[in-house]
């Protein structure tokens, strides 16, 4: 079973009561081969919601205490994406889930590169908090870009 971002699989649980569809992903939900979960959401966030990103540090600093998830209005809402976080690797264990799908960029989902934390569209290296605490406990995640590598090497 692979734990998918839910936006990624068409369920309006984005910032802006939209999604990221990729119809790869929905038709894994469809074989019952994925399951979507929505950090934010499991952390307590409203959707919609106004955009967060991770200020002052790495997603791990944001586990250690040492940095802040913040909304573009200032609100601190690090306690949601630390409790999303553990909610959903909660899940993970409870259901047998090794390996993950998540959205890309994301303060919760992204792996590699996550936006910088001055709402400019600026990207840094590093992780969401969602991905980071999945990868440190042994889950085996991926993004939807790597997807769509896969997609065109399969083509060729
Ligand atoms: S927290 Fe993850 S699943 Fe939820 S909207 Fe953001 S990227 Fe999508």
Redesign the pocket.
């Known amino acids: 079973m692979i734990l998918v971002?839910?936006?990624?699989a068409g369920i309006n649980?984005?910032?802006n009561g939209g999604n990221?569809v990729v119809p790869e992903i929905v038709e894994l939900v469809k074989q019952g081969k994925a399951i979507p979960?929505?950090?934010?959401?499991l952390g307590g966030l409203p959707t919609p919601r106004t955009p967060a990103e991770i200020k002052g540090g790495t997603a791990q600093d944001v586990l250690n205490g040492r940095a802040a998830v913040i909304m573009r209005n200032g609100k601190d809402v690090t306690s949601n994406f630390v409790k999303?976080a553990v909610e959903t690797l909660r899940f993970c264990r409870d259901v047998g889930i090794k390996q993950a799908i998540?959205?890309s960029r994301?303060p919760?989902?992204g792996k590699g590169y996550v936006y910088d934390g001055s709402f400019s569209g600026r990207l840094t290296e590093g992780n969401?908090v969602?991905a980071h605490m999945l990868m440190e406990n042994g889950i085996y995640v991926i993004t939807e870009n790597e997807i769509a590598k896969l997609r065109r090497y399969e083509g060729k």
Not at 5 to 8: K, P, Q, V
Not at 37 to 41: A, L, T
């Open positions: 971002s839910a936006c990624l649980c984005k910032y990221n979960v929505c950090p934010e959401q999303g998540l959205k994301s919760s989902c969401g969602t």
